[in-house]
């Protein structure tokens, strides 16, 4: 889906930081990649490339075999969603508004929501289980439940790839597995490309079908779920005394700090 | 680091002093050639005009210059201090304005006997000022960002009142203007012996309390734990403060700034001890203002031109705030506080009813229904009554059209800049096409009034675009584009004051247009405005849905494929448009475009359309109401209706800020 190749990105500034360095990746089509790293890896500005919403870079990236670059706004649209780690919670609009909004790529500034429209946005409802709340305004919601609404509306918005920063980084870790699990089920559901930071190391470890680990703005890892957790790796990425033990009733490795 | 940084404040005092040795050089130097210095600082020989001019006029305005300065500075440092708010100052909130409408009142109604209360007249309308914003501003939690708007507020509030009351004392116009923009020119010591003692009290009275204050920056609680009487010491300083700005101003007028950017300056320059910045601060003030004062005399030929020091001190001091706002992130980095997320989805159709049955009657009443000496007098409808109908339904007509400009021109800055509180007014928008107009006034004279309403438009386009370069960074802080427009408008209005000081006999004629009179008006602009006005919102209801998409931020309606830099330039566009038609036929200060979009959207207008449409219905009705008012009030005089509109929208945010929590 998205390649990678020499990619490095440097801060703006009197004294530019590098704050990504030769990063050549791909990420697979109809994944659930994770992007993992200590704090100030790269971990968001990576995601952010990939979103467009940091412009220079050197280096190319292509998006279905085009440059990034060379995609027009809605376009890009029609085929990114992306999810901010902060997304601006609009006061005054209910969720089924929000939820209209992905379809805005698709229909632009006058075009007509027909039949269609209101049947995806419908389901996007459905299946994130925000229908209950159709009505009401997103801001008087709980954290899980907007993070349901934002993850509807990029639904809505019916891009085959979705980028998530740090999707559950505000939730309690009932809500974390919930929105993971909604995450992973959407994603064979509706056969889409997932490209999501995360923190948590055992949610990444029970989700993600892939994964990508950042150390100082490189690459410094990639593999598969099983591979990633094991001790001696996660000790690597995270320079942390970390290790695993593993769970024999469900076959997992869980982590724990030594 | 800082090491270095502790020598800083040093550093440019030192700076600052040196200069001001400097001028006093060059002042002193054609006495100093012959050995005169000492005879003419104290016993000038009464032939030689030169003597006589510089004792009595270059020596007293220098000895002004320095300690207006220092003053104004050590009022800002103390009030800054006291209310823990790095942007706060004499002028800011509204202790200026306060003294200069009750100095205004005293000076034209009082009678001369009066004279020796003149003083307390004036200490008690910059403590009422200040009073009224500390009450509001400390209903929220004295958030620096309330501070500021209450202060606004304020300002204008008193600033609309002082200009009625000069409208209707024109013979005092012109000198009253003169000092209204800061003069600090001299014809004798006078001035200087009235400030002088005032000042120094007000400063060792200050200093000597300067101690206690560090405690007051920990923070109410702990300061009345470790023993000290918050309230008895705050009010003290205050009242101090108020003290010496209300003389200085008195004496000099209207100086700006000074109290804002002195202070501010010194404390990023690295003073943190609220002693050393007092301290600091009247030096340096008095330094700056010398300085200033300096360059501005190089302007004025003996007898010629003035160029008023207080306008200047806004000219110098308004971009340094814009550049410390860039440079400094000295404001907390609260989100907009605006934010109504427990409001309910209500059904706005009953109120759009409403509105408009109101504006169907108003409409009515305000062509038949009159006030004369008496009481009301209705109108009937027969031929001999038609040209009177015609001449009144043309301003009401003009006043509407006005309110419905001003309110998508805000609803469309509010929200394209996401923030509440932005409005044509407080962005600079309406004082740029204003000033756009005077100049251009100055050159095509009152006829060419379409080409008049081009450039205005123009100017207040090149301001929006100004604003929003400053503000590219910080689109999510409201209080970030409200400083940064403040200080714009500063500019702006320090520009118009200096052209109307010189625009003489014209003064008057400006003045009642800068007032917001509907009686220039004629049909034909009003129907272009109407026009201009119709067809731009359709265009902007048309674009409801990327208006609305606007509200998700940059990063999300980019991802969701709208190109929304062009738009916003584009919907900016259209505002500034907008708001230059009004301001050509009401003049820049009306408040309606801040008012009506907030109000409708308080009163549950959610969505971009229905929130355009709801702001429309408001602001005509409002401006409805003002040109009535304006016309009727106070028969058989006139009002100017911008002015009228101002004190609704004005009283609309203090019982709003008043209100809340």
Redesign the interface.
Known sequence: MFDLKDVIFKSDGKNPKTLLSDISVNFPTGAFSAIVGHNGSGKSTLLKLL???NNKHSGTITLDNAALESHG??????K???L?QN??V?????VR?LVA??R??WR???GRYRDEDHAKIDQAMELTHVTGFA???V??LSGGERQRVWLAMLLA?DAPVLLLDEPTSALDVGHQRDILQLVANLKNHSNLTVIAVLHDIDMVGRFADHIIALRGGQTCWQGTARDFMQGEILRTIFQTDIDVIHLPDHDRFVSYVA | MTNTRSYLPAILLALLGLSSIGILVIDFWPFLQKGLAGQVMFSPDETDFDQILFHYSTLPRLAMAFLCGAGLALAGAAIQTVLRNPLASPTTLGVGAGVEFALTIFLLIAPASMAIFQEAFALAGGMIALGAVYLIASKRGNATLWLILAGMIVNLLLQSGSQIVLLFNEQYLQSVFMWGAGDLAQNGWESTEFVLPRVVIGMIAVLALSRPLDLLALGDDTANSLGAKVTVLRLLILGFAVFITASVISAAGMIGFVGLAVPAALRIAGLTRSRDLMIYSVLTGGFVLLLIDFIVRQFNGLGGDVLPTGAATALFGAPFIILVLRKARIMPGTQSED???????ISKLRLSIILTITLVLGIGFSLFVSLDGNGFAVLGWNADNMDILLGRSERTFAAMICGAALAVSGTLIQRVG?NPLASPEITGVSSATALAMIVALAIFGFGQRAELMVIGAAGGIVSLLVLLVLCRKFT?APHYMLLNGLALTAILGAIVRIVLTRSGTQTSMLMSWLAGTTYFTNMHEVMIVAGVTAVLLVVAI??R??L??A???T??S??????ISGFQFAMMLVAAILAASATLLVGPLSFVGLMAPHLA?VAGY??AGGHLLGAVLIGVNVMMVAEWLARNMIYPAQLPTGIIAALIGTSYFLILAVRKR
């Open positions: 979103a467009r919403k706004t809605r376009d890009f649209a029609r990114v969603a992306y901010p997304p601006v609009p006061p005054h609009l209910s508004e909004f992905g805005y790529p632009g500034a006058f009505d009401r305004l801001a008087s918005q | 934010q109504h997320s427990d409001q309910e989805i996401r999510h048309a674009l849905r990327p609305e998409l509200s998700l931020g990063d999300q980019v991802s969701l494929g709208l190109g959207r959610r969505l």
